[in-house]
């Protein structure tokens, strides 16, 4: 049995308890490999790596890694506008100079004009570029998000996983018990056989 449970829906009338809080849930983790499967609450599935841990697919990790990289473009070039200062910042620098030339103007006399032509045209450059990356950030960010909603594969915690294999164990040893019985006591009514071993039905 592999570690893989696929979220699914069953109807109202299925219900059954959560295997965590034992409060009735239409929610059922089904592995196809078992077949294993357990109920439990939507809830538990969120943010829960004691109990799972999602399966997320190709398509969402590599969104995620592009987002990592925009997000770094990002904020580089936020830090390197941090560094030049906004337009204020960047007026007041050029005022506050000035005067300070005013002072000691016979000393050194120091042309201004060199640094408004460095900073100028980049600025607004690159204020674009900050502007358009952002944009696409947030449309990966909602590219994600939306992955991340859709994904119904989760991994059992090790320990919860370990149970299951453990239980799926006994009720092989059970049924094989059963099948030696019933070849065993072959007059015994089916039925009765039946009765006294109650298997769990597959979720529809
Ligand atoms: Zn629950």
Same mark, same amino acid.
């Given at each position: 049995? @592999?570690?893989?449970?696929? $979220?699914?829906?069953?109807?109202?009338?299925?219900?059954?308890?959560? *295997?965590?809080? !034992?409060?009735?849930?239409?929610?059922?983790?089904?592995? *196809?490999?078992?077949?294993?499967? /357990?109920?439990?609450?939507? @809830?538990?599935?969120?943010?829960?790596?004691? =109990?799972? @841990?999602? /399966?997320?697919?190709?398509?969402?990790? #590599?969104? +995620?890694?592009?987002?990592?990289?925009?997000? &770094?473009?990002?904020?580089?070039? $936020?830090? $390197?506008?941090?560094?030049?200062?906004?337009?204020? &910042?960047? +007026?007041?620098?050029? =005022?506050?100079?000035? #005067?300070?030339?005013?002072?000691?103007?016979?000393? !050194?006399?120091?042309?201004?004009?060199?640094?408004?032509?460095?900073?100028?045209?980049?600025?607004?450059?690159? $204020?674009?570029?900050?502007?358009?990356?952002?944009?696409?950030?947030?449309?990966?960010?909602?590219?994600?998000?939306?992955?991340?909603?859709?994904?119904?594969?989760?991994? /059992?915690?090790? @320990?919860? =996983? #370990? !149970?299951?294999?453990?239980?799926?164990?006994?009720?092989?040893?059970?049924?094989?018990?059963? /099948?030696?019985?019933?070849?065993?006591? !072959?007059?015994?009514?089916?039925?009765?056989?039946?009765?006294?071993?109650?298997?769990?039905? +597959?979720?529809?």
């Amino acid at each position: 049995m @592999i570690n893989e449970y696929i $979220a699914r829906k069953v109807a109202l009338k299925d219900m059954q308890p959560c *295997a965590i809080c !034992s409060k009735p849930s239409t929610t059922v983790l089904y592995n *196809a490999s078992g077949p294993d499967w /357990l109920y439990t609450c939507e @809830i538990h599935l969120q943010d829960n790596p004691q =109990f799972v @841990i999602p /399966l997320y697919s190709t398509e969402y990790n #590599e969104a +995620v890694a592009q987002l990592k990289l925009v997000k &770094g473009k990002m904020d580089g070039l $936020a830090s $390197a506008q941090n560094q030049l200062g906004s337009w204020d &910042g960047w +007026v007041t620098k050029i =005022f506050s100079k000035k #005067e300070k030339q005013k002072k000691d103007d016979s000393k !050194s006399p120091e042309p201004t004009t060199t640094e408004s032509a460095d900073i100028s045209p980049e600025t607004k450059n690159d $204020a674009e570029i900050l502007l358009e990356t952002q944009k696409q950030y947030s449309k990966i960010l909602d590219k994600v998000t939306e992955l991340q909603k859709k994904s119904r594969k989760y991994e /059992l915690a090790k @320990i919860m =996983f #370990e !149970s299951r294999v453990l239980r799926k164990r006994t009720e092989q040893l059970n049924r094989e018990r059963y /099948l030696k019985e019933q070849e065993n006591y !072959s007059n015994t009514d089916p039925e009765d056989l039946l009765r006294k071993h109650v298997f769990p039905s +597959v979720p529809k």
